[in-house]
């Protein structure tokens, strides 16, 4: 059974950082892309950055490029997300979720975590 276990979420200040763990277990991911998503409260669903994880090919949201960076550790089954430089409008709960594809659309994951809680103040 696949498992995404998102952690490291929590409160704070603008300028502030935060990194974003997710721990995958139940199969081999070595062909699937690993995303991060966030919803804020009234909201759609949407795309922050994701990663092939054989190639470690990344991409990423115009909204958060240059501050958010994602990585992946293979001998742990793990993938980050390294916040920087965080603004309120980046409060959301975020997701992590793996897909077949290689792919930002949030329809083409197959898998998603639980969510994490992410709140700036200003």
């Known amino acids: 059974q696949v498992q995404l276990v998102e952690s490291g979420g929590g409160l704070v200040q603008a300028g502030g950082s935060l990194r974003l763990s997710c721990a995958a277990s139940?199969?081999?991911?070595?062909?699937?892309?690993m995303g991060w998503f966030r919803q804020a409260p009234g909201k759609e669903r949407e795309f922050a950055a994701a990663?092939?994880?054989?190639?470690?090919?990344?991409v990423y949201a115009d909204s958060v490029k240059g501050r958010f960076t994602i990585s992946r550790d293979n001998a742990k089954n793990t993938v980050y997300l390294q916040m920087n430089s965080l603004k309120p409008e980046d409060t959301a709960v975020y997701y992590c979720?793996?897909?077949?594809?290689?792919?930002?659309?949030?329809?083409?994951?197959?898998?998603w975590g639980q969510g994490t809680q992410v709140t700036v103040s200003s």
């Open positions: 139940g199969r081999t991911f070595g062909d699937y892309t």
């Open positions: 979720a793996a897909s077949i594809s290689y792919i930002v659309s949030a329809a083409g994951y197959n898998y």
């Open positions: 990663i092939n994880w054989s190639s470690g090919r990344t």
